[in-house]
């Protein structure tokens, strides 16, 4: 594992440093900080206008090949971006879902013409997308979901419901796991289909959170309609494609989210110093242990991204996603945690009226949600028991109960 960075990568992050200290000046100085989770509610139009801004200078779909409009980058390269990304402060993107998520699975498994029609606006920024997985009745598990589609002449009717769909309300097209086999059970016969929002068959609900804001949704397809070109993949076969889509989930900008974590970190430590509690040696002990643990998930991902970069997963067996899941969902957790003992009694009430919370009571807040969304722990723990240490399947429910 070599965690040192070339001359050639060392210039590409003064020249990343340089760009952002020109243009995150003006009206997008006043951004910086602005949205992330549980924050997402935060300046919209303007970070979207920064998004925009983004890709006209081509900072947007950095790993994509060039052909599909990318800029080609190496994966160092890219983690590199996101790193002094995170280290500017610049305001977070708010379109994570369609560039890093959507953009590479069609470019994996779309078709020449699905790619022509949205990859160009997906890396301009100008049509956003969300994701429909998560349902009432499946949680994590996937292959649990019941949305319907079945196709009508040239055009595919989609029945059902999703949940937590994140940024929903604000977004133009839906990518969503039905079920097209009728009859079918667990991962057969799902399909992933491309849904357009703006119709009448859809209606979205936000849900609001404990931290006073609504990023989630409720989302019910009640006869809603998409082209039969609409599907990514073959019919039946969107289990490979939704598989896909996961693996580049936990992508490069694992190391900038590490970034943003050191910087909450530093808050804390900093109020600990200014209130006097820096002084209790146990709570000495959980900063240095919460700094020792994010010390190590930075070096875990460079390892696993040394495995990448050598054509490999071998870094973590197989289970690397899985592992960082569990890893940074349990510290940010633990952060949150570690924030409001720092705070004391301060953190029990709101700084003024209409529920005006803090930083810190936000990150607390907020991180209750980190080891359930993504993937749950117990799903990731199941992944890594079944899928890489080989250990028996736990029992599955049966249409006559569970055995």
């Known amino acids: 594992m070599d965690l040192t960075y070339s001359a050639a990568e060392q210039s590409f992050r003064a020249e990343v440093r340089a760009w ?37 200078h081509g900072w947007t ?4 090949p060039v052909e599909h409009g990318g800029r080609g980058l190496s994966l160092m390269e890219q983690v590199i971006f996101h790193e002094e990304y995170a280290r500017a402060d610049a305001p977070a993107r708010v379109n994570h879902l369609g560039e890093e998520l959507l953009g590479p699975t069609l470019i994996a498994f779309g078709t020449p013409e699905q790619q022509q029609r949205f990859l160009p606006p997906i890396v301009a920024a100008t049509e956003l997308w969300c994701q429909g997985y998560s349902e009432p009745g499946a949680g ?34 839906c990518f969503v ?76 900008s694992t190391l900038g989210q590490q970034v943003g974590f050191a910087r ?65 969902g349990g510290w940010h957790r633990r952060l949150g945690e570690l924030a409001m003992q720092v705070a004391g009694a301060d953190g029990l009430t709101a700084r003024g009226a209409a529920y005006d919370l803090d930083p810190h009571q936000r990150l607390f807040l907020f991180s209750r949600a980190d080891t359930i969304y993504g993937g749950s722990d117990e799903v990731q723990r199941t992944i890594l028991a079944e899928r890489v240490l080989g250990l028996p399947r736990e029992p599955r429910p049966t249409s006559q109960g569970a055995r």
Request: glycine share 14%.
């Open 20 to 56: 952002l200290g020109d243009h995150l000046t003006g009206d997008f100085a006043a951004l910086r900080g602005l949205g992330g989770p549980g924050r997402d509610h935060e300046a919209h139009d303007e970070r979207l206008a920064w998004n925009q801004h983004l890709a006209a």
């Open 61 to 64: 779909g950095l790993g994509w």
């Open 140 to 173: 994590s598990d996937l292959a649990a979901v019941q949305t319907r589609a079945r196709l009508e002449g040239d055009e595919w009717v989609v029945d059902g419901q999703k949940v937590w769909t994140s940024l929903a309300h604000l977004s133009q097209w």
């Open 177 to 252: 796991i039905a079920r097209t086999e009728p009859g079918s059970q667990r991962h057969q016969g799902l399909s992933f289909l491309m849904v357009p929002l703006d119709q009448e068959g859809v209606e979205v609900r936000p849900i609001e959170q404990i931290t006073g804001g609504s990023e989630f949704n409720e989302v019910f397809f009640t006869g809603a309609r998409t082209d039969a070109s609409m599907v990514v993949g073959e019919p039946g076969q969107g289990w490979g494609v939704a598989m896909g889509l996961l693996g580049f989930e936990r992508g490069v």
């Open 264 to 328: 909450e970190l530093e808050t804390v430590v900093e109020r600990a110093r200014a209130n006097g509690s820096y002084d209790d040696p146990v709570l000495r002990d959980r900063i240095a242990r919460a700094t020792v643990e994010l010390e190590v998930m930075r070096v875990n991902a460079l390892r696993g991204l040394s495995a990448v970069t050598a054509g490999s997963d071998s870094a973590a067996g197989g289970g690397a996603a899985s592992i960082a899941k569990l890893v940074w």
